[in-house]
């Protein structure tokens, strides 16, 4: 792993990216009120792989959870528990979430790059880093690292092709 200790951060959405319409459609929900029955096995399989991806270049992945699945998270246990039985590969980082700060920046108010940003505020030492949502509501900056997933469809190939690109240019340089 890297030699100082600080992971690549995968900072996740949840509606969009793993749980998904497609996964809800095929399997008969009408109103996709099972969240967690609409989770993606293939979405929850490109993350293992950029995860793997990344360890190969030295670098240890944990998450950051970005998603408004954050409110019902009090501490990284239950969040591991969910990700583990969903098979999500990579751990949650001890600051496991974002969270929730109402900044106003340029008439923007709580878009969820100030978030992210307000994170890595408080994580200097995080300098390898991703972002996986089907929002784009993050600053110009952000979007460089951005996997701008599908809302209806999460993870598609073409997705996941270009995270394996920038997860190589993050490591590599």
């Not at 995968?10 to 459609?25: E, K, P, S």
């Not at 095929?26 to 979405?43: A, H, L, Q, T, V």
């Not at 969910?82 to 929730?100: C, E, N, Q, S």
Request: glycine share 6%; hydrophobic share 40%.
């Amino acid at each position: 792993m890297n030699s100082n200790n600080d992971p690549f951060v995968f900072f996740l959405d949840m509606d969009g990216v793993l749980n998904n319409t497609r996964v809800h459609v095929s399997r008969g929900d009408e109103d996709c009120g099972n969240m967690f029955g609409g989770i993606d096995p293939i979405c929850v399989g490109f993350i293992n792989t950029w995860a793997r991806l990344a360890e190969k270049y030295g670098e240890e992945v944990q998450i950051v959870l970005s998603s408004t699945w954050r409110a019902s998270h009090e501490n990284s246990t239950t969040l591991d528990m969910m990700f583990g039985a969903m098979g999500l590969a990579p751990p949650v980082h001890k600051d496991f979430k974002t969270r929730r700060n109402a900044m106003t920046v340029a008439d923007q108010t709580d878009i969820r790059g100030f978030q992210i940003a307000d994170w890595l505020t408080d994580h200097p030492e995080t300098t390898k880093w991703i972002i996986i949502d089907d929002s784009s509501d993050f600053t110009d900056d952000q979007l460089l690292r951005h996997v701008h997933t599908d809302v209806h469809d999460g993870i598609l190939f073409r997705h996941h092709l270009a995270a394996i690109d920038l997860i190589e240019k993050i490591c590599i340089g």
